[in-house]
């Protein structure tokens, strides 16, 4: 079974450009999360889709990041304009069916930011 | 506010001795508890989890963890480390899946 692909997996831009990240998840799971992880800490939950619709974004600066996931299978994690402080690795991961928390979580490789 | 907290950023152990993480949880975490690892540039894996089934959770690699609520603790326990043991340590709970901070784990020779 094929995991949970992410791509790149590593990207330096210079602050005020732009990024985008892609995940493609783990076929038949309709739940995909967006994580950022600061060197040194926990990953923080970004956001939440359930197929194609957000369950929950209350932790995405909404000024500057962006997500979607057209089609409830693929999805894109934007950066517009990017900031030294949003150098982390994103890493994307996938459940089975259902808002539960109780489903386990399959992640990606990550992508590492690097913005100088 | 729903937190997960870890007690020790870097824990050292020798080969073959036991192996003991801790884990707390604020209690208005819903008790769906979690222990991931993270290899050296590898993703995230799944150690075990909690679903309230039985309070003594058993994963793999040999781990295993004791859901104790009225302690609301989740500690991941292995006997005897191997070298290959050496990784950073999630303990992850409730909505919004909260990541506690982490603790690396060293395994010395």
């Known amino acids: 079974e094929a995991g949970v692909a992410q791509s790149p997996r590593y990207k330096i831009i210079e602050k005020r450009q732009s990024v985008a990240f892609w995940c493609n998840p783990i076929s038949g799971h309709a739940t995909l999360y967006w994580y950022q992880q600061i060197l040194g800490q926990g990953p923080k939950l970004l956001i939440q889709?359930?197929?194609?619709?957000?369950?929950?974004d209350s932790q995405l600066p909404k000024d500057r990041f962006s997500a979607e996931r057209l089609k409830g299978v693929d999805s894109t994690l934007k950066i517009q304009p990017a900031k030294l402080e949003d150098s982390a690795v994103y890493l994307c991961?996938?459940?089975?069916?259902?808002?539960?928390?109780?489903?386990?979580?399959?992640f990606g490789p990550g992508t590492r930011l690097t913005v100088t | 506010a729903q937190s997960v907290t870890q007690l020790g950023s870097h824990v050292s152990v020798s080969e073959g001795a036991l192996v003991l993480l801790r884990c707390n949880y604020s209690?208005?975490?819903?008790?769906?508890l979690f222990w991931y690892v993270q290899y050296p540039n590898q993703g995230l894996q799944l150690l075990l989890k909690?679903?309230?089934?039985?309070?003594l959770v058993k994963g793999i690699n040999g781990f295993e963890a004791e859901f104790k609520k009225s302690e609301t603790s989740f500690h991941l326990t292995k006997p005897s480390a191997h070298m290959s043991d050496a990784a950073e340590y999630f303990c992850v709970g409730g909505q919004n899946f909260v990541f506690g901070p982490g603790t690396r784990l060293s395994v010395l020779p």
């Open positions: 991961a996938s459940s089975l069916a259902g808002v539960s928390y109780s489903y386990e979580q399959y």
């Open positions: 909690y679903t309230s089934a039985a309070t």
């Open positions: 209690s208005s975490v819903p008790p769906y």
């Open positions: 889709f359930q197929n194609n619709g957000v369950v929950d």
